[in-house]
C-alpha cells in the first residue's frame, strides 16, 4: 500500500500564494506520476496538474497553466504544489494522487491512491 499525506492548505486572499505539499510512503514502486486534483462542492473532480516521478515531466490543467507548479524531492517522496495569483475560483478541496504508471493521465478514475485532500479557500 501507499500512503499520501497532505498538508499545506488554508485561506488566502486573491492574489496570494499557497504551497501544498504531499508525502508518500509505504510500498516502493519504481514508475509513477503525482498528480493533483480539486473538487469544489458540487462539481466534478479536476485535473490540476502531474509530474512523472523518473524524469520529472510535467503536465498541467488548462486553468492553472502559468500560475501553479508543479515540483518534487526524491529524497523526501514529497511532490509540491506552488500556487500563485489564486482566484476565488480556484477554491476546493485539493487531493494528490499517484498512478503506478509511466504515463500522464488526466483522469482521476486511472489514479490508484489518494490523500486525504486539503481545503484551499480563496477570498475575494
Known amino acids: 500500500q501507499v500512503q499520501l499525506v497532505e498538508s499545506g492548505g488554508g485561506l488566502v486572499q486573491a492574489g496570494g500564494s499557497l504551497r501544498l505539499s504531499c508525502a508518500a510512503s509505504?510500498?516502493?514502486?519504481?514508475?509513477?506520476?503525482m498528480g493533483w486534483f480539486r473538487q469544489a462542492p458540487g462539481k466534478e473532480r479536476d485535473f490540476v496538474a502531474a509530474?512523472?516521478?523518473?524524469?520529472?515531466?510535467?503536465h498541467y490543467g488548462s486553468s492553472v497553466k502559468d500560475r501553479f507548479t508543479i515540483s518534487r524531492d526524491n529524497a523526501k517522496n514529497t511532490v509540491y504544489l506552488q500556487m500563485n495569483s489564486l482566484k476565488p475560483e480556484d477554491t476546493a478541496v485539493y487531493s494528490c494522487?499517484?498512478?503506478?504508471?509511466?504515463?500522464?493521465?488526466?483522469?482521476?478514475?486511472?489514479?490508484?491512491?489518494w490523500g486525504q485532500g486539503t481545503q484551499v479557500t480563496v477570498s475575494s
Open positions: 494522487a499517484l498512478r503506478p504508471n509511466s504515463y500522464i493521465t488526466t483522469t482521476h478514475q486511472t489514479y490508484d491512491y
Open positions: 509530474i512523472r516521478w523518473s524524469d520529472g515531466y510535467m
Open positions: 509505504g510500498r516502493t514502486i519504481s514508475t509513477y506520476i
